[in-house]
């Protein structure tokens, strides 16, 4: 029963609403759904199963009730958690348009100088677009930029500044929706109407659906990136507990 009523609120209710009310709404929806066949890595908290979630057509299972996590965020919290030194290494962090499920606890931790940043998100620090940062050059050890590129109509401008305000031996990693069985990259600017972006785009408000050519773009303004696919070296069994995207390639970018 919890599943449809939670459909439906996702498909009525304003989004700046929604976001306001997941705060009183997560401990009822983590009791309802209480088990252990599903875990967010996160905060480690188990579930019965996740919650759907999506624009149009919605994915089953993939909405943590605790954390708000989908599965691109615990993607990658495994990877920083396993496979780098983040939470240890004292890090200046470039957090473009700042996430629910990680904001209070990069927030809280120690070893981080974080800052935020995005144009409309309450959760910025600094308001400012993505192609005209207010930062100087080589300021950030980390950035973090996930699921905003496919916005950008000039990504190219948006990925140039990410290059242009990361540190020399900086990492930074920029997630973003992509069709691996596309080779290039799709965009079409006479595609306006919204209706008609969420159908080709996959939401009403992205201009682009990335194929395998999208790493290819971060190396053309100067980035060595590794495309990564996580869920290969956590195996079958991980990646259903955790409800992760088989197959979804995490980019990993470094300025040399």
């Known amino acids: ?3 449809p009523i939670f459909k439906w609120v996702l498909n009525t209710i304003p989004r700046p609403l929604l976001i306001r009310a997941s705060y009183v709404a997560r401990p ?41 996590s ?21 890090s200046h962090l470039l957090h473009v348009a700042p996430e629910q499920a990680f904001y209070h606890r990069f927030r809280a931790m120690p070893n981080l100088d974080y800052l935020t940043t995005d144009l409309e998100s309450p959760l910025a620090d600094v308001k400012a677009d993505i192609c005209h940062l ?49 080779a290039t990259t799709f965009a079409d600017d006479r595609i306006t109407d919204p209706k008609e972006r969420a159908q080709i785009f996959g939401q009403y408000d992205h201009v682009r659906v990335y194929g395998l050519d999208y790493f290819d773009l ?30 979804e390639l995490l980019p990993v970018c470094y300025k040399d």
């Open 134 to 182: 207010p930062f100087e050059d080589n300021r950030f050890d980390l950035i973090f930029c996930n699921h905003v590129l496919e916005h950008i109509p000039d990504d190219h401008k948006a990925m140039q500044e990410l290059y242009r305000v990361m540190k020399p031996g900086g990492m930074g990693i920029f997630q973003i929706p992509q069709d691996v069985s596309r």
């Open 70 to 90: 989908l599965e691109r965020h615990r993607l990658l919290w495994l990877y920083l958690k396993n496979e780098t030194n983040f939470f240890t290494q004292p």
């Open 28 to 68: 009822i929806l983590a009791f309802f759904l209480k088990g252990n066949n599903m875990e967010d890595p996160i905060d480690g908290k188990c579930f019965r199963s996740f919650l759907p979630y999506g624009y149009g057509k919605q994915r089953s299972n993939v909405l943590s009730p605790s954390t708000l």
């Open 218 to 247: 971060l190396r053309a303004v100067g980035f060595r990136v590794e495309a990564i696919d996580y869920t290969a070296t956590l195996g079958a069994a991980a990646t259903k507990r955790y409800g992760l995207a088989q197959g």
């Open 1 to 3: 029963m919890i599943k």
